[in-house]
T-cell receptor, first 113, second 113 residues
Framework: NAGVMQNPRHLVRRRGQEARLRCSPM?????VYWYRQLPEEGLKFMVY????????ESGMPKERFSAEFPKEGPSILRIQQVVRGDSAAYFC???????????FGPGTRLLVL | QKEVEQNSGPLSVPEGAIASLNCTYS??????FFWYRQYSGKSPELIMSIYSNGDKEDGRFTAQLNKASQYVSLLIRDSQPSDSATYLCAVKRGSSNTGKLIFGQGTTLQVKP
């Protein structure tokens, strides 16, 4: 049973470019969560999605960041016009139900030059 | 006041000793509590979950929850060098419309051979 998959594992972007991070949840999981871990900081919740719906985006920056979880395909976290402060590890987690345990993917490490 | 607080450490214990990791939380409505282990450069891995007051044991790990004191701890018996990692305490609120986890900063554990 494959775990949560994220790609790319490493992403380098120049300031002003767009970053697209993909997450495929575990088989049977329909709840996806995105977290960000800045250098030397803890994990911070960004957004919680179910298929085709954003349930809670209280942790998302108001500008430049967006997320989706289409009916078919992976969840996408998009960062437009990246800045150096966006450099971080972005983790996706999935669960079978809102009350169930969240399992984390390997993360995407974004570096903005 | 941070919602979830942990001593950042490092906590250093000799091999074979008991490591005690502590976490306090501020929201009395919190219902679910988790300990994740994160090795440097890797993703969080679930160690224990606990939902009711008291102790929960799994192998060398024991989680303890005291909701009245808003305190959750993790004991690691017979500590091994391979236990050296950052341990993240995470809390989920009781509200039903979000599954987001609130993480502490993490405690770095060093087990010395």
């Amino acid at each position: 049973n494959a775990g949560v998959m994220q790609n790319p594992r490493h992403l380098v972007r120049r300031r002003g470019q767009e970053a697209r991070l993909r997450c495929s949840p575990m088989k049977g999981h329909s709840h996806v969560y995105w977290y960000r871990q800045l250098p030397e900081e803890g994990l911070k919740f960004m957004v919680y999605l179910q298929k085709e719906n954003i349930i809670d985006e209280s942790g998302m920056p108001k500008e430049r960041f967006s997320a989706e979880f289409p009916k078919e395909g992976p969840s996408i976290l998009r960062i437009q016009q990246v800045v150096r402060g966006d450099s971080a590890a972005y983790f996706c987690a999935s669960s079978q139900d809102i009350q169930e345990t969240q399992y984390f993917g390997p993360g995407t490490r974004l570096l903005v030059l | 006041q941070k919602e979830v607080e942990q001593n950042s450490g490092p906590l250093s214990v000799p091999e074979g000793a008991i490591a005690s990791l502590n976490c306090t939380y501020s929201d009395r409505g919190s219902q679910s509590f988790f300990w994740y282990r994160q090795y440097s450069g890797k993703s969080p891995e679930l160690i224990m979950s606990i939902y009711s007051n008291g102790d929960k044991e799994d192998g060398r790990f024991t989680a303890q929850l005291n909701k009245a004191s808003q305190y959750v701890s993790l004991l690691i018996r017979d500590s091994q060098p391979s236990d050296s990692a950052t341990y993240l305490c995470a809390v989920k609120r009781g509200s039903s419309n979000t599954g987001k986890l609130i993480f502490g900063q993490g405690t770095t554990l060093q087990v010395k051979p």
